[in-house]
């Protein structure tokens, strides 16, 4: 399979927690990114990687949460002291640097599910 | 702020009719904008990627168009069947993120 990869699928925690999930972006892509997304709304982004380097980070993420992309390769995602609010799908996603234009097409994972109990 | 409106947020059709998406946005300087298809607690799939300078892009029974001039884009998919069951977002690029719109959750009924 040469998509985008998540792990896990799903993840039940209780609060105050850690949580870590991963994912592996297809290989030729340099640019890694990850979304947050709660039922019936639309993903909304979260942080964004070119190659090794975290280029931006929304507001929506609190100092709980840090992500790294060591090596440029796959990518982490811990969430610290989880809160119920934090139960959402996160998905990461990848492409191809083109140019200084956003003109390629993205390829998102499958997602993780995370629920706080 | 790039706002992304998706309307209606459901539609039931029956098999065989043709299916029509809206999606509106307000900042018309766009690159681009993307379809996807998301299937029940799954993650996103990419339907078609419409460039700026391109009026439509079709894939098979889909076709999208887009008009920057106004901020529309529709999905166009003909001929629906059960397996179009899906909800269907429209996302586009504001600097290198996607501002997504909130879906049309679409049911084909055999």
């Known amino acids: 399979d040469t998509g985008v990869s998540q792990d896990p699928r799903h993840k039940i925690t209780k609060r105050g927690q850690n949580v870590t999930f991963r994912c592996d972006p297809i290989?030729?892509?340099?640019?890694l990114y990850w979304y947050r997304q709660t039922l019936g709304q639309g993903p909304e982004f979260l942080t964004y990687?070119?190659?090794?380097?975290?280029?931006?980070k929304s507001r929506l993420l609190s100092d709980r949460f840090s992500a790294e992309r060591p090596k440029g390769s796959f990518s982490t995602l811990e969430i610290q002291r989880t809160e119920q609010g934090d139960s959402a799908m996160y998905l990461c996603?990848?492409?191809?640097?083109?140019?200084?234009?956003?003109?390629?097409?993205?390829?998102f994972g499958e997602g993780s599910w995370l629920t706080v109990v | 702020k790039q706002e992304v409106t998706q309307i209606p947020a459901a539609l039931s059709v029956p098999e065989g009719e043709n299916l029509v998406l809206n999606c509106s946005f307000t900042?018309?300087?766009?690159?681009?904008l993307q379809w996807f298809r998301q299937d029940p607690g799954k993650g996103l799939t990419s339907l078609l990627l419409?460039?700026?300078?391109?009026r439509e892009q079709t894939s098979g029974r889909l076709n999208a168009s887009l008009d920057k001039s106004s901020g529309r884009s529709t999905l166009y998919i003909a001929a629906s069947q059960p397996g179009d069951s899906a909800t269907y977002l429209c996302?586009?690029?504001?600097?290198?993120?996607?501002?997504f719109g909130a879906g049309t959750t679409v049911t084909v009924r055999a």
């Open positions: 419409i460039q700026s300078s391109q």
């Open positions: 996603a990848s492409s191809q640097l083109s140019g200084a234009i956003p003109g390629n097409t993205i390829y």
């Open positions: 996302a586009v690029p504001n600097d290198y993120k996607l501002s």
């Open positions: 900042d018309s300087a766009i690159y681009n």
């Open positions: 290989s030729e892509h340099n640019r």
């Open positions: 990687f070119q190659n090794e380097a975290q280029l931006e």
